[in-house]
């Protein structure tokens, strides 16, 4: 059974706003949440700085850049975004082992750079809003599955530390991946939230039996009358 530090540590809230509002919510969460996760809503529109802003408040960031291009562009933005300070920080799988291995130079570089930790890299395996179809309109017939744990092994061969893939394909990836992997999940919906965009979906704590490290939850708890409420809700479900 988990401690409600254990499950709260298990939580990366999505701050999918603007600054005034990141900063609101992370005060509405202090003394709760330990993870925020910095999109490109929050990203493009404030840069660096609102990084700085979450990490000074004691927060861990997933810097959710999901950074896909030739390896040149990659480990420099993976070396630019790394200097923030981020925990974590998103890739896409889909780039191939060429600008996996770029992404982990770049993240290196930084490191050595700030003399401090690694920031370490998420590979993005399928987007949990898809679903086969969506897939079979970028040409991949492949079963779900089957293309997630394609993406996870070439990942981790290539140095990412870590994967996203929804709740769905978390046990496979577990057992695909071993014990020590980081095994992100958003597509993370209690019982009875909206869906909304999201298409593999599952609930906090069937995330979490299926092997999720963390889970990465926004609108249910961001659009929330009563944000801390919903937080705490989760993490209480995580720990029955
Ligand atoms: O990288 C991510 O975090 C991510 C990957 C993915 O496949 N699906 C996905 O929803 N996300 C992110 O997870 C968050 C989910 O938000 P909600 O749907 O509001 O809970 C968003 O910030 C997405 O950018």
Known sequence: ??????????????????????????????????????????????????????RARGLSVFLDLKIYDIPFQVQGAVRA????????LSIHGLGASAMIRAARAGAEEAAFERDGARTRLLAISV??????????????????????SRLAALSHSAGADGLVCSP???ARMRSLLGPEALIVCPG??????????????????????AGASQLVVGR???GAADPAGAFDAICAELMA
């Not at 975004?81 to 974590?88: E, K, P, R």
């Open 1 to 54: 059974m988990l401690s409600y530090e254990e499950a709260s540590d298990k939580v990366i809230v999505a701050l999918d706003c603007d600054r005034a509002r990141a900063l609101e919510l992370a005060e509405l969460l202090s003394g709760r949440a330990r993870w925020v996760k910095v999109g490109m809503t929050l990203f493009y529109a404030e840069g660096p700085v609102v990084v700085d802003d979450l």
């Open 81 to 88: 975004a790394s200097l923030t300070g981020a925990d974590l």
């Open 127 to 148: 987007l949990t809003s898809m679903g086969a179809r969506a897939l079979a309109e970028v040409g991949i017939f492949d079963p779900l599955p089957r293309e997630v």
């Open 168 to 170: 769905q394909e978390a």
């Open 188 to 209: 993370v919906r209690p019982a009875g939230s909206a869906f909304a965009d999201q298409r593999r979906v599952a609930t906090p704590s069937q995330a979490l039996a």
């Open 220 to 222: 249910p708890i961001a």
